[in-house]
């Protein structure tokens, strides 16, 4: 999106959110319950609503789950938050308006509910999610590597002080956060992972709600670092690609078991699919600006990085980036060393999507994370 009024993006959002005496989250799934903590401190939840009919059987996390027609809105005074994921969440969107519902009125966005709730109400920059990056190295060769390992000259690594200098940058404009999201490459291959995770753990594990990093399931830590994370307040990601690299089977078993052994906690990643971003056979060149901006709106990727004391406002841009396959972005930031307390709005505006240009650089090489998109892989299919 393209900045207009920097810092009152979202008044007439706002005005509309606090006007409402009662909300149903639209998503009773993993996505809807983890928001649920938050938003029920502050606001009045009826319910669930969503289409799958089991659940409107059962309910979910102690509440009654219904479907669409048969909730009973009064007055302009009942709202509905989207809490299900960004790829799932634009069929939603379209049953919404079908019904005669309009956005940022009658429906919010769960991310934009959040962070505009918290610097209007609280004055509190509250970010729903972050990607952190301190290295690319990788054993795995994925053709369809968000990373764009199969591009670079070199793996990207960081030094510590470069880490750590970022970490509490962050946290000096950042009041909260629910996820923080250590990212790699294959972050238990990074000599420092240990060490980020226990600094982010000890020194702002109150306000981050979910810290969490990932493996693809083939790198056995060693129990030094795993004693170091069963301390920590961590989860950690492990991403099923065996069916593409049945080599590492037997490392995969080993590695929940040591997880096991360690209590640390743990979920598995059962993905069917990837979506290839194709930047080598993607040209929107000619493509005017009005294009990219609606390219970029399209797009259901959320995650943003932080690096060198600035956030990106996509990550895969800024991974292009590293990679060397786009250009270092300029507009398209938001420096947070020259943050300063007014800026509290802009800053949220930005993490929800705005920035100078309405776009990045490396849309215009990206098919973008979309439906829409017609290039499918299997996931971690090696070159």
């Excluded at 005496?21 to 938003?39: N, S, T, V, W």
């Excluded at 970010?127 to 060769?141: D, E, G, R, Y």
């Excluded at 080599?247 to 979920?267: A, H, P, T, V």
């Amino acid at each position: 999106m393209k900045w207009h009024n920097p810092g009152h993006e979202f008044d007439n959002v706002y005005k509309s959110m606090v006007e409402k005496e009662e909300f149903y989250f639209f998503g009773a799934g993993d996505y809807g319950k983890q928001f649920l903590p938050i938003m029920e401190k502050e606001i009045n939840i009826k319910g669930y609503i969503d289409n799958n009919t089991d659940k409107q059987r059962t309910g979910y996390e102690g509440y009654t789950c219904y479907s669409l027609d048969q909730i009973d809105f009064f007055a302009g005074k009942t709202g509905i938050i989207i809490t299900v994921s960004q790829m799932q969440r634009s069929s939603i969107v379209e049953q919404l308006k079908r019904a005669g519902y309009e956005k940022d009125m009658d429906f919010f966005i769960i991310e934009e509910f959040l962070s505009v709730y918290f610097v209007y109400k609280y004055d509190k920059v509250y970010f729903s999610s972050i990607s952190f990056l301190p290295s690319t190295v990788c054993n795995l060769k994925c053709k369809a590597c968000l990373n764009f390992n199969p591009f670079a000259k070199q793996f990207y690594v960081r030094e510590w002080e470069q880490v750590k200098a970022d970490i509490d940058l962050f946290f000096k404009c950042v009041d909260h956060i629910m996820l923080f999201h250590v990212s790699g490459g294959e972050p238990m291959l990074y000599k420092h992972i240990a060490k980020v995770i226990d600094y982010l753990d000890k020194n702002y594990g109150d306000r981050i709600d979910t810290l969490r990093t990932v493996t693809n399931g083939t790198v056995i830590p060693d129990d030094s670092t795993l004693e170091v994370l069963s301390n920590c307040s961590v989860e950690i990601t492990v991403d099923d690609y065996r069916e593409a690299v049945p080599k590492y089977n037997d490392k995969f078993d080993f590695l929940l078991k040591k997880l096991d052994e360690y209590s640390i906690r743990y979920y598995i990643n059962y993905a069917s699919e990837w979506i290839d971003l194709a930047p080598d056979r993607t040209d929107f060149s000619m493509a005017s600006d009005e294009q990219m901006i609606k390219h970029f709106d399209n797009c259901c990727q959320s995650w943003q990085e932080l690096r060198d004391g600035k956030l990106f406002s996509c990550n895969y841009d800024a991974y292009a980036a590293v990679a060397g396959i786009n250009k270092e972005p300029d507009d398209e930031i938001f420096d947070l060393r020259t943050y300063s307390p007014d800026l509290k709005r802009n800053l949220v505006e930005f993490r929800l999507g705005y920035n100078v240009k309405g776009y990045t650089n490396f849309c215009r090489k990206c098919m973008g994370i979309s439906e829409k998109n017609p290039y499918k892989v299997a996931p971690a299919e090696q070159i």
